[in-house]
């Protein structure tokens, strides 16, 4: 049997054992995925544990993300990053990659979004950072917007051609942009948008990383500007796809993970 896992502090509620176990019933794998919950302060240990237990995958979680940095070689995409959310035992050396980006990006392409044009990401956090990574190795124009500008302007710094701005420039940056990806916790615990609902278009394509409700306040107002909408649940499963494919080498079953990953919302 192949061993699976995650790692995070706290970790209780994730929602990666069902989706992942999902897949592996649909193919028939002989696989499960565990839940490991690690002192805050020993995810590179954990790491070395699994290698020795002989683990076949983790992904890793809050707060272990740039802590598990120091346990593997970095692909490429993950160093740039700067943060681990998928390790790899098949060689030598676990190999760390990150998932995120390629989550946001999967998910905007299931849903018919061409991924062109520009972007605006809200958000300079780890979220937006993968998001905005993602964007820009798409070829998007990548505006990021965020609370504190600094921060955004930062982030811009890293990002291939990306801009950084203040949450005051939205309307400007979204009057002809293509993309919107809410990476910022904000509907997440109350019915708020960072976004506000005049600047959203019917040419814009929504992604909010928020999957906690389902349909936040900033989609329901996308919906009615006539704009396409993507939840966080698409994110979340998408980013667990590609993790499922890197270490099985097979073709995720999407409609079964996704299945149950939104029973269990």
């Known amino acids: 049997m192949d061993v699976y896992g995650l790692i995070g502090n706290p970790v209780g509620h994730s929602l990666s054992p069902p989706m992942h176990e999902a897949g592996y019933d649909e193919l028939g794998l002989d696989a499960r995925y565990v839940a490991f919950e690690p002192p805050a302060d020993e995810g590179a240990a954990a790491v070395e544990a699994a290698q020795t237990l002989g683990v076949s995958g983790l992904n890793v979680t809050i707060p272990f993300k740039q802590d598990v940095l120091d346990a593997v070689e970095p692909a490429p995409l993950a160093e740039r990053i700067g943060a681990v959310n998928t390790v790899d035992f098949s060689g030598d050396t676990p190999t760390g990659h990150n998932t995120d ?10 849903h ?12 300079a956090g780890g979220a937006g950072r993968a998001v905005s990574f993602g964007l820009a190795d798409e070829e998007l124009s990548v505006r990021i917007a965020n609370r504190t500008e600094s921060k955004a302007h930062a982030l811009a710094d890293d990002v291939p051609g990306a801009t950084g701005h203040g949450l005051d420039e939205l309307g400007d940056l979204l009057a002809d942009a293509d993309v919107l990806v809410n990476c910022t916790s904000v509907g997440m615990e109350s019915d708020e948008t960072p ?15 928020v999957y906690t409700p389902i349909e936040t306040r900033l989609l329901r107002d ?36 996704n299945d149950v990953l939104r029973a269990n919302l």
């Open 101 to 110: 980006a390629v989550g946001a990006v999967r998910a905007l392409s299931h």
């Open 222 to 257: 996308a919906a009615a500007a006539g704009a396409t909408t993507v939840d966080g649940a698409w994110m979340l499963l998408f980013q667990g796809v590609e993790a499922f494919e890197l270490w099985t080498g097979a073709e995720a079953p999407v409609e079964a993970m």
């Open 112 to 123: 018919g979004v061409a991924l062109s044009g520009t972007a605006v990401v809200v958000g």
């Open 195 to 209: 976004v506000p609902a005049d600047a959203l278009h019917g040419d814009l394509a929504v992604l909010d990383a």
